[in-house]
Each structure stands twice: as structure tokens, then as C-alpha cells.
């Protein structure tokens, strides 16, 4: 079982939705990173966490460090929203990332 | 500003060839990260450079990869020979202050590069 995991795996949503993604976690950790693959690749560091809430442009963050849960929602969804959303965390013990599986995100016009 | 640059962004070789990535972090940034993602796979972590002396090199597959950071710029990661299963795409991530910390620790990706193995 991995560390951490991701929900859903796939979405797919019309131009306008909100979009929740859920990432949970099984171990302490210093800070969570929410990332976004697009599909030429590269990443993007979208949020850093290690409590409440953050947010930029139409995306926002949260984290419940007790319940080890945070959530990536996006509003009034887009086309170019398009891409892998990656949830990944400093266990409190360590240096280095631990990621998760990904959720795909298709934001259909 | 120039962010994280990678070369090549896709590499073909054949079973039992060389490959060398090549990874130029942001200018300034002490701390320098490879990561693997293989086919279906989550991305792992491999190694955790801190200007030219490696920190962590845990997830380093086995002794087919040999990263380095001579001066502590650059850093390259060969892999000598190349086996099926080392395909995938290779990130490198550069930061100033380290991951770890919440506060500062945010992480500059380069694009990846990609390497198929036949």
C-alpha cells in the first residue's frame, strides 16, 4: 500500500465544473505539495502546505494535518486544466518526497 | 529568470547502451533532486544532491546509475548499461532552501527527460 493515495484516479468534467481531488496520506509529514503534470510533461508546483488553506487564481488548497486528508478543488473549470494533479509529501522523519499515484484530469469543453 | 533545463527531453537507446541526463538547476539553488517515473508507476524519488556532496542516494535502482554534480552546478545522471526496465522519465528539481521545509521549501521541476530503452 502506498503512503500516500490519491482519489479519483480519473475525472472527467465539463467546462465550468468544480473539481475536487482527494489525496490521503498514512504518515506524518512536515509538508504536502500539490503538482501539476501537463501533458508535454513537465511539472508544476502548484501549493506548498503544512496547515489550512491556500489559495491562487480559481484553485485552492486545504489540508487537515489530524485527519492526514488534503484536497485540491478548482473552480469554474477549464480545457487547459487539463493534466495529471500530484499529490506529494515530506514525511516528518525525512528529506524527500513521497508522491502519489496522480489523478488525471480532463476538462472537456 | 531560467528555470530547471534538462537535456535531452527524449532519448532512444538500445538494451545495453549509455545514456547521460543532464540537469541545470535554477542559478543559486543549493539543493538538486532526480526523480524517476516509470510506465503505470508513481514518481520516486532516486537521489538528493546539496551543492556537489550527495545527501541522500536511497533511491538509486542499483549500481547501473551513477549521478553526479562536480562543482555543484550542473549535475548529470548516466546509466551504464541501460536495461528495459529503465524507461521512463527522469525529473530533476532544484531548490534553495531544501523540501523539507514548509516554508521555503518549494520545488522548481524541469520539463524531464524522457528515455525509452529498446
Known amino acids: 500500500k502506498n503512503e500516500v493515495e490519491q482519489s479519483p484516479q480519473n475525472l472527467t468534467a465539463q467546462e465550468g465544473e468544480f473539481i475536487t481531488i482527494n489525496c490521503s496520506y498514512s504518515?506524518?509529514?512536515?509538508?504536502l505539495h500539490w503538482l501539476q503534470q501537463h501533458p508535454g510533461g513537465g511539472i508544476v508546483s502548484l501549493f506548498m502546505?503544512?496547515?489550512g488553506k491556500k489559495k491562487h487564481g480559481r484553485l485552492i488548497a486545504t489540508i487537515n494535518i489530524q485527519e492526514k486528508h488534503s484536497s485540491l478543488h478548482i473552480t469554474a473549470s477549464h480545457p487547459r486544466d487539463s493534466a495529471v494533479y500530484i499529490c506529494?509529501?515530506?514525511?516528518?522523519?525525512?528529506?524527500?518526497?513521497?508522491f502519489g499515484p496522480g489523478t488525471r484530469l480532463s476538462v472537456l469543453p | 529568470e531560467a528555470g530547471v533545463t534538462q537535456f535531452p527531453s527524449h532519448s532512444v537507446i538500445e538494451k545495453g547502451q549509455t545514456v547521460t541526463l543532464r540537469c541545470d538547476p535554477i542559478?543559486?539553488?543549493?539543493?538538486l533532486y532526480w526523480y524517476r517515473r516509470v510506465m503505470g508507476k508513481e514518481i520516486k524519488f532516486l537521489l538528493h544532491?546539496?551543492?556537489?556532496?550527495?545527501?541522500?542516494e536511497s533511491g538509486m535502482p542499483n549500481n547501473r546509475f551513477l549521478a553526479e554534480r562536480t562543482g555543484g552546478t550542473y549535475s548529470t545522471l548516466k546509466v551504464q548499461p541501460a536495461e528495459l526496465e529503465d524507461s521512463g522519465v527522469y525529473f530533476c528539481?532544484?531548490?534553495?532552501?531544501?523540501?523539507?521545509?514548509?516554508?521555503?521549501?518549494?520545488?522548481?521541476f524541469g520539463e524531464g527527460s524522457r528515455l525509452t530503452v529498446l
Open positions: 528539481a532544484s531548490s534553495q532552501y531544501g523540501s523539507a521545509r514548509a516554508d521555503t521549501g518549494e520545488l522548481f
Open positions: 542559478s543559486g539553488h543549493d539543493n
Open positions: 544532491f546539496v551543492k556537489e556532496s550527495k545527501q541522500d
Open positions: 506529494a509529501v515530506i514525511p516528518r522523519h525525512g528529506q524527500n518526497f513521497v
Open positions: 502546505l503544512s496547515s
Open positions: 504518515v506524518g509529514i512536515s509538508a
